[in-house]
């Protein structure tokens, strides 16, 4: 829309012109007088950068220069904007503290040191030096808020020019403004810096999709602009009828909020719905409800959406009404209405008092509860020893939705809220997740879904045979985690499949006397086009998951003389670590000794199941769906067993058998009571780990032994 209007305190320009320039901002809202000591100020600097570049060959002054008409878009006094145009002085020049304090008085020269970095010598880590001048900071912000807007501003400049810098460099400046810079802008209440010190920092990070998106932003727009023409008429006239004075502006969410949207929610552009929405400015709180009342009327208001924050400001000081109405063909639409303080206020926050003051207008809040986040910034630096420890503190305090822990060399990992050990794991990096194998959190072993808080160390200690484990998933948070779980777990069983597949193919063709190297390569060929596989891997996967019976297999690719069936019936050597791709049944508990035979089923793959089971005896044993197996000479894995036990109705029964198992060194799986026989005892079914059923046996043995055991036998399916 022609009229559509920039955010007031938006600029353009990566530097200001000149002072002149600079200075038709200044006449509007200062004295001759305040302006005089502003370009006593300007001439300092100018002679201590003079000779100084830029890294884009532009000279030094005009950075200074801007950061300073930043900050006089904001209508800041003249010390603020003397001190802007001074702040890189004691840094990059001859001049220090003591000359500003005699040229400029006490004011201009703490704010300005306030802002300039201790000297680099003292640091041996960027980190640490990083640390200290951010404390550095935030203890003159304590004295002197303005410190802060002139930091901000200062930063905002930079990022505007950032492009002549190395690439490692823009992206740790970008990286560190969306960490610590843009949260304070957002938590000092002003709004406009906030989001365009994040967009200028998503472009320094991700200029390509900076730029795909804002094309996608420019082309929508386009398709809009009729659409929000026309409700901005419609409102227009409306509020005109009743009398209502207002200005109706478009406006659309900034880039950096597009982004993040669209990556949290895992949406693309097209499905953001509150790209576009209108802002109502009225004259007084009373045409604020008016205007509401009026829009109801023309549009359907979306339920649940309508929020007075008039009545009830959010904590931060922002006022305004928010609804959404659906709009013409149905589209929703996002609405505020506020006046115009609340509209100065919202986009400048803890700025908007010097904005008002240079207005001689009262001030329309007071900022106490901003004053107590730095107060509270303040006791942060006393409590926290080191300076790493410090910025850790700050960062969680300006994203209370992540938590920071330590590696065991003492570097910060970031991570959301509620997550795990698990997540910390993958965080580090995806092998350290994948062979995860235990994890201490400050020195005490912990299992690996303690969920993570702030200022715990953590180690993972990792064994490259393991895999992870399924169960992982009901509690990793992070995409990350979860998504490099599901990845290596279907690999992993797709390998397993191949292996385990491969077997039993082998030992269904031993029944036709033939080897899988014998088949011939045409009936081989055919075989796999029948089924749809690619390569012979491709069918020891089907076999190995369970969608194609080996024995059947078999007889397809058997020549037809073999096809009288001999009866050597061999098993399939099993071990048990076949992982994914085979699963014990819990009917009737199988574990080397046992005779075994294997099922197919359809949602479980194969399932090992016992040859006495009777869930598998009654009609499935002849059939197709199973075959023999047998256990592998060497297994040096336990298992689970299920045994059943009558005891005494006594106390302390449970507490005795239970040391019993796990003195032969067996563990507890689960047990639970059996009470659907009313025999007058109570009856206890102990699942637990055990090697085989020799060792089985000498549990039985050893518990029948106990008083308190009147009846105990392995459970029958
Ligand atoms: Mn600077």
Redesign the pocket.
């Known amino acids: 829309m022609d009229n559509r209007k920039r955010d007031i305190f938006e600029s353009s320009g990566r530097y200001t012109r000149d002072f002149s320039h600079f200075k038709k901002k200044l006449v509007k809202y200062l004295n001759a007088y305040q302006i005089k000591k502003i370009e006593k100020a300007y001439s300092l600097a100018n002679e201590a950068h003079s000779g100084q570049l830029r890294k884009d060959g532009e000279k030094y002054i005009l950075?200074?220069l801007s950061?300073a008409s930043i900050l006089a878009d904001f209508q800041m006094d003249h010390e603020t904007l003397m001190a802007a145009i001074l702040?890189?002085v004691i840094e990059d020049s001859q001049f220090d503290k003591s000359h500003l304090m005699k040229t400029f008085g006490p004011k201009v020269s703490e704010l300005v040191d306030g802002v300039s970095k201790l000297d680099k010598i003292n640091f041996t880590t960027k980190e640490e030096a990083d640390a200290a001048n951010l404390r550095k900071m935030i203890l003159a912000m304590s004295q002197d808020i303005r410190v802060i807007l002139i930091k901000l501003a200062?930063r905002k400049n930079?990022l505007e020019t950032i492009s002549a810098l190395r690439e490692d460099k823009r992206v740790q400046k970008a990286k560190e403004t969306l960490e610590i810079f843009a949260p304070i802008a957002l938590r000092l209440g002003i709004h406009s810096l906030n989001k365009e010190l994040e967009n200028l920092s998503f472009k320094a990070i991700h200029p390509t999709r900076y730029r795909v998106l804002k094309d996608a932003l420019n082309k929508s727009r386009g398709n809009r602009n009729e659409l929000m023409e026309k409700i901005r008429k419609v409102i227009l006239s409306k509020l005109d009828n009743e009398q209502i004075k207002t200005e109706v502006i478009a406006r659309e969410k900034h880039l950096y909020g597009i982004y993040k949207k669209m990556k949290q929610k895992e949406l693309s552009f097209s499905e953001i719905h509150d790209v576009f929405g209108v802002r109502i400015i009225c004259e007084n709180v009373d045409s604020c409800y008016r205007s509401l009342g009026t829009v109801h009327n023309t549009y359907t208001p979306i339920p649940g959406r309508f929020k007075d924050y008039i009545a009830i400001p959010k904590s931060n000081g922002y006022q305004s009404l928010h609804t959404s109405i659906l709009g013409p063909h149905g589209l929703p639409i996002e609405l505020q209405i506020r006046t115009r303080e609340m509209d100065v206020m919202a986009q400048t926050g803890i700025a908007s008092h010097w904005f008002y003051k240079s207005k001689d207008k009262p001030l329309i809040k007071n900022y106490t509860q901003e004053q107590q986040w730095i107060t509270n910034l303040l006791t942060i630096q006393r409590d926290s020893g080191n300076p790493q420890e410090y910025l850790k503190s700050i960062k969680a305090d300006l994203f209370p939705g992540k938590v920071y822990v330590f590696t065991p060399k003492g570097q910060i990992v970031e991570l959301p809220k509620k997550s795990t050990i698990i997540d910390y794991a993958y965080s580090i990096h995806t092998d350290v997740g994948n062979n995860y194998s235990s994890a201490k959190v400050d020195d005490k072993l912990t299992s690996p879904n303690t969920v993570l808080k702030s200022g715990q160390r953590v180690e993972i200690i990792t064994k490259a045979s393991i895999r992870p484990d399924p169960s992982w998933l009901n509690f990793a948070v992070t995409e990350k985690a979860r998504h490099s779980i599901r990845a290596s777990l279907k690999l992993i069983k797709k390998k397993d499949a191949k292996i385990l597949g491969k077997r039993l193919l082998q030992n269904s063709l031993k029944n036709f006397d033939i080897k899988i190297s014998e088949i011939p390569k045409k009936t081989l060929n055919m075989v796999l086009q029948e089924y749809k596989c690619d390569t012979v891997d491709d069918l020891y996967c089907e076999i190995g998951l369970g969608n194609r019976i080996a024995k059947l297999v078999a007889m397809r690719v058997a020549p037809r003389d073999n096809i009288t069936e001999k009866t050597k019936s061999v098993g399939v050597n099993i071990k048990g670590t076949e992982g994914l791709v085979l699963s014990f049944a819990k009917c009737c508990y199988p574990i080397p000794g046992d005779n075994i035979l294997g099922h197919i089923s359809q949602e479980k793959g194969i399932v090992v199941h016992r040859h006495a089971c009777k869930s598998i005896r009654k009609d499935k044993k002849a059939s197709d769906e199973t075959f023999d197996l047998a256990w592998d000479e060497n297994i040096n894995d336990s298992f689970n067993a299920c045994i059943k036990i009558e005891v005494e109705n006594q106390r302390g029964v449970l507490a005795s058998i239970s040391s019993e198992i796990s003195q032969l060194d067996s563990d507890i799986v689960s047990v639970r009571y059996d009470d659907s026989k009313q025999t007058g005892h109570n009856i206890m079914i102990f699942v637990v780990t055990i090697f085989d059923t020799k060792a089985l046996d000498k549990l039985v043995r050893s518990l029948r032994k106990n008083s308190n055991v009147l009846k105990i036998e392995r459970k029958r399916a």
């Open positions: 950075h200074p950061a702040h890189d200062d930079n």
